[in-house]
T-cell receptor, first 114, second 111 residues
Framework: GAGVSQSPRYKVAKRGQDVALRCDPI?????LFWYQQALGQGPEFLTY????????KSGLPSDRFFAERPEGSVSTLKIQRTQQEDSAVYLC????????????FGSGTRLTVV | DAKTTQPTSMDCAEGRAANLPCNHS???????VYWYRQIHSQGPQYIIH???NNETNEMASLIITEDRKSSTLILPHATLRDTAVYYC????????????FGTGTRLTIIP
């Protein structure tokens, strides 16, 4: 497709369950970012990939959060033992280079932990 | 932390120009001003960016003051579809620099 695709669009998880969120960036885009957006707040940075290399994971809130991009295209954000405070929209963005002319964001995955 | 200050909310009449201010008094010489917007239930959308000169594209105009401590995003003829949260962000253009969002301005276009 022409845009960044994220799946699932919505996810409800029971507390303690593991979840995996998928991001399909625009084909050929080198840079990929994950953001977390709590209700009523702006997106907050989680992690950044350049091709398959994870260059910055300083925004991951705990060691329960793990991201990968093994072949430099599709990326997965995994959250282990989900907690209620993990409820948020998780956004993925990609760019051809470093985003100097803007990133393209997906519509996000809304995660609700009950 | 976000390095910008924006009003929490604004209204604008449909068909009029919407002028969204942003203060970035601590901006450094190599930081650009970026604007994104986020329509309900969608991801943020890039609008425009600039360093020190005014910029215009098909979506908007960006006016940056000479001292670069503030800027204004102008939507020349606002439509109902421009209702969104608008984020002003300062960022270096060194490739892998992440975006640091604040809480933005919620712009409501009034019919």
């Amino acid at each position: 497709g022409a845009g960044v695709s994220q799946s699932p669009r919505y996810k409800v998880a029971k507390r303690g369950q593991d979840v995996a969120l998928r991001c399909d960036p625009i084909s050929g885009h080198v840079s990929l970012f994950w953001y977390q957006q709590a209700l009523g707040q702006g997106p907050e940075f989680l992690t950044y990939f350049q091709n398959e290399a994870q260059l910055d994971k300083s925004g991951l809130p705990s060691d329960r959060f793990f991201a990968e991009r093994p072949e430099g295209s599709v990326s997965t954000l995994k959250i282990q033992r989900t907690q209620q405070e993990d409820s948020a929209v998780y956004l993925c963005a990609s760019s051809l280079t470093g985003g100097n002319y803007g990133y393209t964001f997906g519509s996000g995955t809304r995660l609700t932990v009950v | 932390d976000a390095k910008t200050t924006q009003p929490t909310s604004m209204d604008c009449a449909e068909g009029r120009a919407a002028n969204l201010p942003c203060n970035h008094s601590t901006i450094s010489g190599n930081e650009y001003v970026y604007w994104y917007r986020q329509i309900h239930s969608q991801g943020p959308q890039y609008i425009i960016h600039g360093l020190k000169n005014n910029e215009t594209n098909e979506m908007a105009s960006l006016i940056i003051t000479e001292d670069r401590k503030s800027s204004t995003l102008i939507l020349p003829h606002a439509t109902l579809r421009d209702t969104a949260v608008y984020y002003c962000i300062v960022r270096e253009n060194f490739g892998n620099e992440k975006l640091t969002f604040g809480t933005g301005t919620r712009l409501t276009i009034i019919p």
